[in-house]
């Protein structure tokens, strides 16, 4: 099992950035990928995308691609959601989530860290 930490939320204006960093403790060799995700008031928890620990692959859903960027540092075992060109839209609390080899769903979340554009 692994113990993730997300830090780096805040308030910021519309068009800002703001860098998300989630901490990985645990077993790291036993990671298959990690999801960033994000749930807004009285909305459902969103995928916002996700990355292969080992390969580095990245997948973005479409209401963030070109604006997002998502990365690892292995060797820090860390990992990072930048975001560019932020809408008030994208006002939410934000979660790192880790999904272990041989399993089919993330299950291990993060606390999460909250996430205010204003207009």
């Known amino acids: 099992q692994v113990q993730l930490a997300e830090s780096g939320g805040g308030l910021v204006q519309a068009g800002g950035s703001l860098r998300l960093s989630c901490a990985i403790s645990?077993?790291?060799?036993?990671?298959?990928?990690l999801g960033w995700f994000r749930q807004a008031p009285g909305k459902e928890r969103e995928l916002v995308g996700r990355?292969?620990?080992?390969?580095?692959?990245?997948y973005y859903a479409d209401s963030v691609k070109g604006r997002f960027t998502i990365s690892r540092a292995s060797a820090k075992n860390s990992m990072y959601l930048q975001m560019d060109s932020l809408k008030p839209e994208d006002t939410a609390v934000y979660y790192c989530?880790?999904?272990?080899?041989?399993?089919?769903?993330?299950?291990?979340w993060g606390q999460g860290t909250h996430v205010t554009v204003s207009s």
């Open positions: 645990g077993r790291t060799s036993s990671l298959s990928m």
């Open positions: 989530a880790s999904r272990m080899l041989g399993r089919s769903a993330y299950d291990t």
């Open positions: 990355i292969i620990w080992s390969g580095g692959g990245t």
